[in-house]
């Protein structure tokens, strides 16, 4: 159990394992690798096709994206320019491929103007042959972004979802957290989304913010439910270097964050709200028919970037733009990626390549931090080892009550789930951790 110490008794807030490995681990791949090569041997029946607008009309205390603010005019047509060269050059060169998902993220995707967005939308229906209407296709705003205009263009298109970054319905902590918000500006976006009929509304709320309670916490939760939101994310706030907060020396403290996760999860829960993960609380879907579209399993997350900033998978490799985080270094890599030709396009010159074992590990971590858990037979069939004999601390997670196991399935419990962002960084190999360390932040 010695191990499990971290666990334990230490932070609950080691880090949030969103993707393995993070990109803190990517470095310039040499020989660049061609993208015909990276996919020649990989599944393309249900791909995840992701856009990346690095657009923002602020840049929030909290926020390590790739993004900038106020970019200069002519730079988002021009982004629109390389975007469908990009485009265009990861089609030819990875061939055809059928689209499972669809998410245009950043930044803030509808800090384009409609008729950009209008260009947005048809070079990934036309150039990926993917009907937006028919399958799953999710979208990023904020409140003043989510004008009546732009939602038009994203319900003419068929956006299924549209998630609106809030943190918080208390003008003081978004403050606080070096994010200028009225509550009226947010209230009105949100009743826009919700006129202009689109199917599901995602909130995202912060809790840990300066000068937050619990009560304050499950004020902001109460507002956001008089919207009828399908889905709920709750982030725990984390202070990273390079970021506004991070300059500031801004502070925050487990006991606080802990308390308001519990309390939000249990005020959700009661309301019939499933839990999903650590941080995602959704509505059961409404009965009836639903868009048909291929199966598409985040484990295995054949996914395609596009954009400055947007990184993809393969099984075999992982790749993306520079990351960095400060304001200079974004600019630096946006300004390279605008100049950047055809050819240079259809190349991986910067990520990782996985071996079989990190592999294996990426499929675990990715199971487990989700709440439906770690099949062991599709582990089993998918490497024909045992997830059990190949990770043993899975075990020990058991053994400590931050994980259940039966014959068919290994699940954290509700004290591993409020534990996922000590548990992902726990489960990283010992390489990948040394790797992540030595990257230099800029």
Known sequence: MRRLEPLLAGTPYAGYAYAYPHKMAYRPLAPPVPLAEAWAEEPRDAVFLYAHVPFCEMRCGFCNLFTTTHPGEGVEARYLTALTSEARAVREAVGPVRVAQVAIGGGTPTYLPPHH????????????????AAIPTAIETSPLTATADRLRVLRKRGVERVSIGVQSFIEAETAAAGRAQQRSAVEAALER?????????????????????????????????????????????????LTGLGRRGAETWDAQRLDCYRAGRDFLLALGYTQHSMRHFALPPAPGPRPL?????????????LGCGARSYTQALHYSSEYVIGRAGVREILTGYLARNPADFAQAAYGIRLEPGEQRRRWLIKSLLHAEGLRLDEYHGRYGTSALEDFPNVTDLCESGLAARDDEWVRLTSLGLERSDAIGPWLYSEAMRARMEAFPLR
């Open 117 to 132: 967005l209008e260009t947005l939308f048809d070079l990934l229906s036309e150039t990926f042959s993917a009907d937006l």
């Open 193 to 241: 989304i919700r006129s202009a009929g689109i199917p599901r509304l995602n909130i995202d709320l912060m809790y840990g913010l300066p000068g937050q309670t619990v009560e304050t916490w499950l004020t902001s939760l109460e507002a956001a439910l008089r919207y009828e939101p399908e889905e709920l994310y709750l982030y725990p706030l984390y202070v990273r270097p």
């Open 293 to 305: 579209a291929p199966a598409y399993a985040c484990q295995e997350d054949a996914m395609l970037g």
